[in-house]
């Protein structure tokens, strides 16, 4: 507690008098001075009641308009404070806000003597990512002669995210996808909410099921099946090697296909399905959360999807997560070479067989070095029962994704999500109907994949580029049908 410049000059004059008190020995100016102190303890005293009055009856919020936000963004905040019982002080309120916030004005409000309700608005930008919690409100209070100030209330906590990319297509050859990632049927008939199918009854339905009003129009007892509630085991496969860094700032292989990694793990989380990741990077496996459907998993994972980066390339990889590259891994390398020691027999039969297998070990033990292919038949080894998987990666390494869905298929649906090259490199568009050859190219893998069994493969990029190469494709035709009329 302060006093202020009043109560400095009250105090200075108390003093004075009693000084000239004793000074002219006039008991009766002593006693005047002591009247004049009493006063003045009761007026503090006073003050500080009516402070822990309006303590208690003051309820102060602070409210964000959203708690997840963009850095590059701002958001209104509103300072709402609401008192129970009229207050004699006058009162001020501030925000608690987080030191990397940054406010258009200062957010505080003031009320005056008897008023009991207040608001302010203010926009507030977040220029740092990530979690920013807003401290206790600030209550100043002040009767003239004293004044003070205590915190009060609590705050919220906001998420500032990084920008993100601008314009994200998803979908096949230049067609946007219509429905969200990782919608999914059920894929059978049970008891549920959604209605799949008309019939009619056979011996053995149960009464619960016949629809009344079907068979009431249709003369004949008819049941109405319904689509079964599933859940699907789902695992983000996020690749995050060195060359996902390649793009503009904020616009980088990597930011696109996170932007539709936190899509589908928002998918999966409204769905109720079990989620979890795998991150990979140059030397192997960076992160990883066993699929489950808990709320701690659904923020483990969008979290470590945030905080996700290239990282530096490292020749050779040798290890993943810690451990030494799947080598003995059901169907790999190692098995291969045991096949190759069961054919020594100098016989007609082992002869034959020796030199395909001998070709096939090489061509394994090169994708055994992949780090990506590495990491997803590890994770397929530690896998029971179906699981989709969802790649997130490029189209660098065609061959070693080619083999890495083959595993992954093995152990239910695949979904691919691919960034073409061509369409981040920063010079990649200079040359605009080469840049069209080269998508044609990424199509045609991009296809190859989606037409394996249990696999669908969709491209991942900036929109405006993707019609600017698609153009050129048109105006080529175009340029060679008016050729052949000419």
């Keep these: 507690m302060y006093p202020t410049r009043r109560s400095w000059a009250v105090a200075g004059l108390v003093a004075a008098v009693a000084a000239l008190a004793v000074a002219v020995a006039r008991p009766l100016l002593l006693g ?174 149960t009464a619960d099921n016949i629809d009344w009003k079907a068979t009431a129009r249709l003369a004949s007892p008819h049941v109405r099946e319904y689509e079964a509630e599933t859940e699907r085991r789902t695992l983000l496969v996020a690749d995050h090697r060195g060359a996902l860094a390649t793009g503009r700032p904020g616009e980088t292989k990597l930011d696109y296909l996170r932007e539709v990694a936190l899509a589908t793990a928002a998918s999966t989380r409204e769905l109720g399905d079990p989620l979890g990741l795998l991150a990979v990077g140059d030397a192997g496996v960076t992160g990883r959360i066993e699929p489950a459907s808990s709320p701690r998993t659904y923020v483990s994972v969008r979290r470590r999807l945030l905080d996700m980066e290239p990282t530096v390339p490292e020749d050779p990889p040798s290890t993943v997560s810690g451990r030494s590259a799947p080598d003995a891994t059901a169907g790999g390398a190692a098995d291969l070479r045991r096949t190759i020691a069961d054919l020594e027999a100098d016989d007609a039969f082992s002869r034959q067989l020796r030199p395909f297998y001998a070709g096939r070990q090489g061509y394994r033990e090169r994708f055994d070095d992949d780090p990506l292919y590495a990491a997803v038949r590890a994770a397929q080894g530690r896998t029971t029962g179906r699981l989709w998987t969802v790649i997130f990666t490029d189209d660098a390494a065609p061959d070693e994704l080619r083999e890495t869905v083959t595993v992954a298929r093995e152990s239910g649906e695949v979904l691919v999500l691919l960034a073409p090259t061509v369409l981040y490199e920063p010079g990649g568009l200079a040359d605009v109907e080469a840049a069209y050859d080269r998508y044609v190219a990424f199509e045609g893998f991009r296809r190859e994949l989606s037409g394996m069994d249990r696999v669908r493969a969709l491209e991942v990029g900036p929109g405006d580029r993707l019609s600017t190469v698609l153009s050129a494709g048109r105006s080529r035709r175009s340029r060679s049908t008016r050729g052949e009329f000419a």
Excluded at 93 to 104: E, I, K, M, Y
Excluded at 166 to 191: I, K, T, W
């Design 32 to 205: 005047g001075a002591a009247v004049a102190g009493g006063w003045f303890l009761a007026r503090q005293a006073a003050f500080v009641r009516a402070l822990e009055d309006a303590a208690a009856d003051l309820s102060v919020e602070q409210s964000p308009t959203r708690l997840g936000v963009r850095t590059t963004t701002s958001t209104p905040v509103t300072l709402a404070a609401r008192l129970a019982e009229p207050s004699t002080l006058e009162l001020s309120v501030r925000a608690g806000l987080p030191t990397a916030a940054a406010a258009d004005e200062e957010l505080e409000l003031d009320m005056e003597p008897g008023e009991t309700d207040r608001a302010a608005t203010s926009e507030v930008s977040w220029p740092t990512a990530g979690r920013h919690r807003f401290g206790p409100a600030t209550l100043s209070a002040t009767d003239g002669w004293f004044r003070d100030s205590v915190p009060i209330g609590s705050g919220p906590t906001v998420t500032a995210e990084p920008p993100g990319p601008r314009n994200v297509h998803v979908g096949e050859g230049g067609d946007r996808l219509a429905s969200a990632y990782g919608e999914h049927e059920a894929g059978r008939q049970g008891s549920g909410l959604e209605p799949a199918e008309l019939r009619e009854y056979v011996p053995g339905d």
